[in-house]
C-alpha cells in the first residue's frame, strides 16, 4: 500500500492564481481531512469528509474548497491565493467515522508558497 | 470553541532522563486522546494514543496517563534517547462531531 499521497511536494504561487492539492489513499478509508500548519503552531482543521459525497468545514476554512467525489481522492482547490495562505499543508486519512476517534495517517505534505 | 492547551513548548531534557508533556482539553465529552510525533521536515505519526475509559496505557518507553475529572493528559517518555528528539503534538476528540482538535506542540530536544 502507498498510504496517504500528496501532489505535488513544493509550490509557488502568485497572489491571486488558483490551483488543487491532490490528496488520495488506498487503505479504504472513510474519513479525509486537511490540515495545514505553521510554523511555531498545531495542525488546523481546513475541511474534512466522512465519506464519498459528504464534506464540512473545520476550523479555517475560508478560502478552500474541496470535494469527495471517491472514496480515494480529496483534493483541496484553492480559489484565489494569498500570502496568508503560504503554509505546508498535510492531507489525513483514518478507517472509522467514529466521531474522530481513530489513528489518522498522514500524507508527506505539500509545502505551499504565495508571493 | 473547543480548545487544547499544551505545555511546555519546548523542553530540553538529558539523555536517559524522563521527559513529561502535560495538555488540558475543554470538551469534558471527549473520548478519546492521540499524540504524535513530527520530526523535522517530515509528517505527524501517531505514537500512543488512550480512550476515556482507561486511565493509563504504556508502550515500552512511552506511557499516556489520563485525568478526565481534571480534564487533562500527559505523555511520559522514559529513558529519553537522540531519536526521541522532535515536536510531539497532542489532540482531544470533540463530542459534537468529527474533528480532533490540536496543541500546540511540544519541542524535545535530547542533550547528550
Known amino acids: 500500500n502507498a498510504g496517504v499521497t500528496q501532489t505535488p511536494k513544493f509550490q509557488v504561487l502568485k497572489t491571486g492564481q488558483s490551483m488543487t492539492l491532490q490528496c488520495a489513499q488506498d487503505?479504504?478509508?472513510?474519513?479525509m481531512s486537511w490540515y495545514r500548519q505553521d510554523p511555531g503552531m498545531g495542525l488546523r482543521l481546513i475541511h474534512y469528509?466522512?465519506?464519498?459525497?459528504?464534506?464540512d468545514q473545520g476550523e479555517v476554512p475560508n478560502g478552500y474548497n474541496v470535494s469527495r467525489s471517491t472514496t480515494e481522492d480529496f483534493p483541496l482547490r484553492l480559489l484565489s491565493a494569498a500570502p496568508s495562505q503560504t503554509s505546508v499543508y498535510f492531507c489525513?486519512?483514518?478507517?472509522?467515522?467514529?466521531?474522530?476517534?481513530?489513528?489518522?495517517?498522514f500524507g508527506p505534505g505539500t509545502r505551499l508558497t504565495v508571493l | 470553541g473547543e480548545n487544547v492547551e499544551q505545555h511546555p513548548s519546548t523542553l530540553s531534557v538529558q539523555e536517559g532522563d524522563s521527559a513529561v508533556i502535560k495538555c488540558t482539553y475543554s470538551d469534558s465529552a471527549s473520548n478519546y486522546f492521540p499524540w504524535y510525533k513530527q520530526e523535522l521536515g517530515k509528517r505527524p505519526q501517531l505514537i500512543i494514543d488512550i480512550r476515556s475509559n482507561v486511565g493509563e496505557k504504556k508502550d515500552q518507553r512511552i506511557a499516556v496517563t489520563l485525568n478526565k475529572t481534571a480534564k487533562h493528559f500527559s505523555l511520559h517518555i522514559t529513558e529519553t534517547q537522540p531519536e526521541d528528539s522532535a515536536v510531539y503534538f497532542c489532540a482531544a476528540s470533540i463530542s459534537s462531531n468529527y474533528q480532533l482538535i490540536w496543541g500546540a506542540g511540544t519541542k524535545l530536544i535530547i542533550k547528550p
Open positions: 469528509s466522512v465519506g464519498a459525497g459528504i464534506t
Open positions: 487503505m479504504n478509508h472513510e474519513y
Open positions: 489525513a486519512s483514518s478507517y472509522g467515522v467514529a466521531r474522530g476517534g481513530d489513528t489518522q495517517y
